[in-house]
């Protein structure tokens, strides 16, 4: 009979985090994976450089996870982004800091991450199984008391779920975890892609006439069926050949998944905004100041230079003024084209399915969960950690610091516990 003390079911982020807690706690820890190596998607994280957290305060990292943040508090409170840093500093990796407080190791290259956290699962003797997959979880009473793998069953009093959310599947997250959970009474929050390119059906974007065109530090909004501004995000965007794309449209797409599901899945209106850092009257006044200047040239050369080409000719066709010269310009066009600039709006139709996209938002129902501890409290024993989790953040290092905080806390909460939890009679198992 093989018994551990914890055992740890994935791992990826958040299950090695958890495994090397566990284990610096003094338990007795095996690590399940399915893969044939650990930390399969976080290679890919960060484009392949991976960006391990984020150089920022809790309530700033929080305000960065529109997903369920405010849940992590007391979680950040015990092991935070400054203690995942401290980690992998004072074991011979080196962060370095880029833009909007995104951490990466110097060598650039997510192995090196992924490298230092299975040194450490090495030194702490945690024990891996590598290519297996966990069918069940074992329990009685409603207390943990192991794994079913196909051919074996393994005992411990305290199991952390840490398989992942949907994306990526190639990476063996298939919601393996979700199942697993659902069978032992938790809720599952609906799933949705999040940090995900956005699709629009749109007649522009049908005929390609903006494909390519990468807009620098604009504001894109979402609204609600009536209106109202739900999330807007001032990033750059890149308008593709299905849609928008780039920072922008990454971080609205959750909110246009959510939008989609509340009114029965009706295109979703968005709204660009090309100079946010200006006042409508403030952008009126720059065009009347433009034209003015240059009476007998053609609106597009006297304007020349104040938008990218490309979206300048759109709005201009679009308010029917690409064959009028500047003096020709009447107020009534000026405030066309001024809103045509700070309030263009098209629909989005939907975004790439979660199998494509960054984050999986969704999940396991927080309902369900100690946020201190991250156990659960329907079953004693099982612990949860990781994008399995109903929390998603944006992109840029807070999914990652929420993994590892959450896996963290998981991994010694659940050594704590089997210290002093005895497995029933296993024979019944």
Known sequence: MKLFDV????????GMMAAIAAAESGSKTLLIEKNKRVGKKLLLTG????????NRSADEIIAHIPGNGKFLYSAFSQFNNYDIMEFFESNGTHLKEEDHGRMFPVTDRSKTIVETLFEQLQKLNVTIYTEAKVEKLLHKDQQIIGVALEKEKIYAPCVILTTG??????????????????????TISHLYAT??????????????????????????????????????????????????SGPA???CSSFVNQELERNGHKPVELVLDAM????????????????????????????KNFLPERLLDYMLDKTDLNDSSAKQVTEKKLDELTKQIKDFKFTAEKTFPIEKSFVT???ISLKGIQPKTMESKLVNGLFFAGELLDIN??????????????GHVAGTHAAEVAEYTYLPPLDEA
């Open 195 to 244: 940090e995900s390119p956005i699709i629009s059906n749109d007649d522009f974007i049908q005929k390609k006439v903006l494909q390519g065109l990468s807009l620098r530090d604009v504001s894109l909004s979402v609204l609600n069926n009536k209106g109202k501004v739900i999330i807007e995000h001032q990033m750059d965007l890149l308008f593709t050949h299905f849609g928008v």
């Open 47 to 54: 484009g392949g450089r991976c960006n391990v957290t984020n």
């Open 249 to 251: 449209a990454l971080r």
């Open 165 to 186: 959310g949907r994306t990526y599947p190639s990476t063996g997250a298939t919601g393996d975890g979700y199942k697993l959970a659902k069978r032992v009474g938790h």
């Open 276 to 303: 946010p850092q200006k006042s409508t009257t403030e952008l009126k006044n720059d065009l009347q100041s433009k034209l003015l200047e240059q009476p007998d040239k053609s609106v597009k050369n006297a304007l």
């Open 7 to 14: 055992i740890i079911v994935g791992a990826g982020t958040s």
């Open 393 to 406: 953040g944006y992109t840029g290092g807070y999914n990652v610091t929420a993994a590892f905080v959450t």
């Open 361 to 363: 938002g969704g999940g």
